[in-house]
């Protein structure tokens, strides 16, 4: 696909906060930009049908998005809130190309704005954003940094807080961010013979919490073991 030139995507950025300023929460943006955006993602998504690999799709969407940047940055500077099917489906496809920075700052706009996903998800944000963020980590995509993981999840875990989801997609939540807490213990204090430092403590009886906050709200979560084995490790460094 041709990248645009720069001139195009200024074209583009001013017409999307233009389209995107014109529509008020609970309202649909409109605009013949915004028309055009909707062709080419439809013809992008058959591109993506087409493909059977998965791996194959991620690669297909990490090439496509850049078309895509202007109209985002257009309509998060500009936007009022109007439902803006481009902006939610690129929020999914930078979760699924592991844009995961890019992802989030599309989400803040969604989830204040109360917006939704296309039919085709059949899920609301909220809940794709707890499903989505929490198997990136737990299926390897987002551990390889555990402290930017933290993060994220934190974040993620902050912004739907209030919002009703599904208990078994808050429990993959909270189990994921354990994980990758008790994976900055691993950066931090090395050895799990070792007693832990006051830093990575912190981490360690969060981590904790979140294992239960799993397990309070979903019993099949998975878990029992690793809060046996992190509170053995808590009751051995209070005793050093």
Same mark, same amino acid.
């Given at each position: 696909?041709?990248q645009?030139?720069?001139?195009?995507r200024?074209?583009?950025?001013?017409?999307?906060?233009?389209?995107?300023g014109?529509?008020?929460?609970? !309202?649909?943006?409109?605009?013949?930009?915004?028309?055009?955006?909707?062709?080419?993602?439809?013809? @992008?998504?058959?591109?993506?049908?087409?493909?059977?690999? +998965? /791996?194959?799709?991620?690669?297909?969407?990490?090439?496509?998005?850049?078309?895509?940047?202007?109209?985002?940055?257009?309509?998060?500077?500009?936007?009022?809130?109007?439902?803006?099917?481009?902006?939610?489906?690129?929020?999914?496809? %930078? +979760?699924?190309? *592991?844009? &995961?920075?890019q992802?989030?700052? +599309? #989400?803040?706009?969604?989830?204040? &704005?109360?917006? !939704?996903?296309?039919?085709?998800?059949?899920?609301?944000?909220? !809940?794709?954003?707890? @499903?989505? &963020?929490?198997?990136?980590?737990? %299926? *390897?995509?987002?551990?390889? @940094?555990?402290l930017?993981?933290?993060? +994220?999840?934190?974040?993620?875990?902050?912004?739907?807080?209030? /919002?009703?989801?599904?208990?078994?997609?808050?429990?993959?939540?909270? /189990?994921?961010?354990?994980?990758?807490?008790?994976?900055?213990?691993g950066?931090?204090?090395?050895?799990?013979?070792?007693?832990?430092? %006051?830093?990575?403590?912190?981490?360690?009886k969060?981590?904790? @919490?979140?294992?239960?906050?799993?397990?309070?709200? &979903?019993? *099949?979560?998975?878990? /029992?073991?690793?809060?046996?084995?992190?509170?053995?490790?808590?009751?051995?460094?209070? #005793?050093?």
């Amino acid at each position: 696909m041709r990248q645009p030139t720069p001139a195009q995507r200024h074209q583009a950025r001013t017409l999307a906060r233009m389209a995107a300023g014109l529509s008020e929460p609970g !309202t649909t943006t409109t605009g013949s930009q915004y028309e055009l955006m909707l062709y080419q993602l439809a013809e @992008d998504r058959r591109r993506l049908k087409q493909l059977q690999s +998965i /791996k194959s799709k991620i690669t297909l969407k990490k090439e496509l998005l850049p078309a895509y940047q202007a109209w985002v940055d257009g309509a998060l500077a500009g936007g009022k809130g109007g439902q803006d099917d481009v902006l939610t489906t690129v929020l999914v496809w %930078n +979760i699924d190309a *592991g844009e &995961f920075e890019q992802a989030l700052q +599309i #989400a803040r706009y969604a989830v204040q &704005f109360n917006m !939704t996903l296309p039919d085709q998800y059949q899920r609301d944000i909220p !809940t794709m954003l707890l @499903d989505e &963020f929490s198997g990136a980590y737990l %299926n *390897g995509k987002l551990a390889e @940094d555990p402290l930017l993981a933290v993060r +994220i999840l934190s974040e993620v875990s902050e912004l739907t807080q209030r /919002k009703d989801t599904p208990d078994q997609a808050r429990a993959k939540l909270y /189990k994921a961010l354990a994980y990758a807490q008790i994976a900055v213990i691993g950066l931090e204090n090395g050895d799990e013979k070792t007693a832990l430092s %006051n830093v990575a403590l912190i981490n360690a009886k969060a981590a904790n @919490d979140n294992l239960h906050k799993a397990l309070e709200l &979903f019993a *099949g979560v998975g878990v /029992k073991k690793d809060i046996e084995k992190l509170e053995r490790r808590l009751k051995k460094s209070a #005793a050093t």
